[in-house]
């Protein structure tokens, strides 16, 4: 490309040129509605696994302790780019997942290992706000559950876990909103998400810039509110303890 060729695709005009949306607005519908689906089941799959490894994290064994926080490192520390690869070329390679479509637009032997990887990433990050979250509550709430004759499972679970919940929702939030983000490297294995879409009608159109401004529009409309929510949500939280 020339130098008056790039200077022409920078105009403000196509940034703006949203011509394209008539013939492919669908792309984005089904885009946003694939990166919602995606995001969401993702990070509810991680809860579970999230809830085992922070109290793994928080247990006297070092065996168990150390389990947890090589899982925790081991996926905090590596590109979620990389783990996607290896989860669906490598572990989902052997198993050949038939492929099948549901809603029209899910292809479930790509939709599968994409939920995986993203799910097993979060939980590294969700399993550190359980732990901090149970590591806020008053050590004198456990005490005092037991010695009302509570075992060490009952007092987590009766006394502290609930009061944790408290602590741990908004950063729980947070990170559905981080998810929804990361989510558009699934791009790279052809699921048709939001970023997807994006790709596609440019490559289609020609038109190289204003189908990823839409796509950013689109993200912060979803990201934007929904942060704006947590906060409130978090003031709220802050004025109870106030009282």
């Not at 946003?32 to 994290?57: F, G, H």
């Not at 989902?92 to 899910?106: C, H, M, V």
């Amino acid at each position: 490309m020339t130098w008056s060729g790039l200077f022409e695709n920078m105009s403000p005009a196509n940034f703006i040129n949203f011509s394209f949306l008539p013939k492919f607005g669908t792309f984005f519908i089904q885009g946003v509605e694939y990166t919602l689906i995606l995001s969401v089941i993702a990070v509810a799959i991680a809860v579970i696994p999230a809830l085992l490894l922070a109290l793994m994290r928080l247990s006297k064994n070092r065996v168990v302790k150390s389990v947890s926080g090589a899982y925790i490192a081991l996926f905090r520390s590596t590109p979620l780019l990389v783990q996607l690869y290896i989860i669906y070329f490598g572990v989902f390679g052997l198993i050949k997942i038939p492929s099948y479509n549901i809603f029209g637009f899910i292809d479930i032997a790509r939709f599968i290992p994409g939920v995986v990887a993203l799910a097993l990433n979060s939980a590294a990050y969700v399993a550190e706000i359980f732990r901090a979250g149970i590591l806020a509550v008053d050590i004198g709430q456990t005490e005092a559950a037991r010695s009302l004759g509570l075992n060490g499972r009952q007092a987590m679970s009766l006394v502290v876990l609930p009061q944790a919940i408290k602590n741990i929702l908004p950063a729980l939030a947070n990170e559905i909103i981080t998810m929804v983000k990361e989510s558009s490297i699934c791009m790279t294995l052809g699921m048709t998400e939001l970023m997807w879409g994006a790709k596609t009608v440019a490559g289609t159109t020609y038109i190289t810039i204003a189908p990823y401004v839409l796509a950013a529009i689109v993200y912060f409309c979803i990201n934007f509110p929904a942060s704006k929510a947590i906060e409130a949500i978090e003031r709220r939280m802050r004025r109870g303890d106030k009282k």
